[in-house]
């Protein structure tokens, strides 16, 4: 089956530093990919939509300066969340639809992000 | 915007009893519905889909569900749970013009052994 992996999957920092997130398609190409965000106790929120080659887009209410997305090849997004605060700790999930099969997404395991 | 709803934020049941979740979205034209499944510690897995076609759709470990049109519903079913099945259970609906996909709050489902 298709395989979606997010690095790192735990990540501490610093207020203020920036992190970035990794997701890639091990076995397929993805000319989409998804960035979610999920509270805990919470459902997904989808954050945006990316699509490989172009710039991203932001659901309502994210911020496109304070979530950096690049989707430079049909295997790689990455997200950055710039000078991190505390309230962005969360979970982030990314997911992807193969470039043959867009009605199906498959999910990655998540990145957990605690700024302290 | 299509939304989604589900009824029950927590269901708790016994090994052997029968389940079924309630999911309902709001759109008013053609929609891929979807439940997902997150064990715990575990990433989303997808368990179910309704594209076309058969309303009632079966998925993977017993699981089915069926989509009334007519009550925008998409209810997830199984008739005898085991205690594996414990797990936080996810409605999704995409309207079929859209690549986005919109998640349910999610019914943390525990199974008592």
């Keep these: 089956g298709a395989v979606v992996s997010q690095h790192p999957s735990w990540v501490i920092c610093k207020s203020g530093t920036s992190v970035k997130i990794e997701c890639r398609s091990l076995d397929f190409q993805a000319t989409t990919m998804f960035w979610y965000r999920q509270f805990p106790k919470q459902s997904l929120m989808l954050m945006a939509t990316s699509n490989e080659g172009s710039k991203a887009t932001y659901e309502q209410g994210v911020e496109k300066d304070k979530f950096l997305i690049n989707h430079a090849s049909l295997t790689l997004s990455t997200l950055t969340v710039t000078s991190a605060h505390p309230e962005d700790s969360s979970f982030y999930i990314c997911s992807a639809s193969p470039r043959d099969r867009k009605n199906i997404q498959y999910f990655g395991a998540g990145t957990r992000l605690s700024v302290l | ?113």
């Design chain 2, 1 to 113: 915007a299509q939304s989604v709803s589900q009824h029950n934020h927590h269901v708790i049941l016994s090994e052997a009893a029968s389940l079924e979740l309630g999911c309902n979205y709001s759109y008013g034209g053609t929609v891929n519905l979807f439940w997902y499944v997150q064990y715990p510690g575990q990433h989303l897995q997808l368990l179910l889909k309704y594209f076309s076609g058969d309303p009632l759709v079966k998925g993977i470990k017993g699981f089915e569900a069926e989509f009334i049109k007519s009550k925008f519903s998409f209810n997830l079913r199984k008739p005898s749970v085991q205690w594996s099945d414990t797990a936080e259970y996810f409605c999704a609906v995409r309207a079929n013009r859209d690549d986005k996909i919109i998640f349910g709050k999610g019914t943390r489902l525990h199974i008592l052994p």
